[in-house]
């Protein structure tokens, strides 16, 4: 489980301090996939860092599985722990070919060698990488360097995983690619040893698929709950900047002109099959 008490972050600027993150407590309970929205700047990438030890908090505690990440003689294990897939795939790549990068990190945790193969061809055909395999990554497309970057962080089959803003930059068909990696994640391991998974992501229709939803604004948690049931209020998501799914949207103006008879579960297309 992944838990935030009260945390708040600040940064430094020139002459003082600014607020980045604050008040935020939230849980994310093992087996659970929840999803976190919010406006450029309200701190989700911040909040990523938290969870995953990278940066300490300011004040407040993050918790990985009853691990403190401000105890430095933990940083290690809840690195490991809590696998980052960062919103700039750029920020993560150091390894002179695609399949010794996703290579990279199963060598740094000592994974033997014919297990390491294994993984890594795995990866490299989920993620259409195959054509790739020898190429340098600072020479793909964004969306390829995002593929990438998953890869990398998937064959470390780390406990918990975050995805920041996994989707920016990738086609349909990878996106599909992603979400049935997601729902196999979470097939394949039972509950005791499911992982949290967070999902980072400016689009609604992508929050559908988790069990919660999130949304930051200005560092402040200000909305939890079922995605279905938050994104029947518009105005909230509307105020700071956000939309619900178009068919939220849709079937709110059917409303509106007196069509009551459609209901929002004939409007709802799959979130990303169609
Ligand atoms: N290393 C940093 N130093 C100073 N300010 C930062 C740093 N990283 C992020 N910020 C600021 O913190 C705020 C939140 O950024 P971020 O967490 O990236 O938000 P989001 O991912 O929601 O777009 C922004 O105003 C950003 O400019
Ligand atoms: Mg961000």
Known sequence: MIA?????LQYAAADRLVAVLSGVSLELADGEFVALMGPNGSGKTSLARCLNGI???????VMVDGLDTRDVKHMLEIRRA????????????????VEREIAFGLENLGVPRPEMRRRVEEMLLRFDLLPYRQHAPHQLSGGEKQ????????????????FDEPTSLLDHPSRVRLFETISELRANTSSASAPAILLITQFAEEALFAERLLVLHEGRLIMQGAPHELFQNAEAFQQIGLQPPLEF???RQLLANGQASVSLQDLLLDPILQ
């Open 82 to 97: 809590v696998g980052l897939v960062f919103q700039h795939p750029d920020n993560q790549m150091v390894a002179p070919t």
């Open 4 to 8: 935030t008490q009260n945390l708040a």
């Open 147 to 162: 593929r990438v970057a998953l890869a990398s962080i998937l064959a470390m089959q780390p406990r918990h995983i975050i």
């Open 55 to 61: 940066i300490p908090p300011s004040q407040g505690a």
């Open 249 to 251: 949207r849709v079937h």
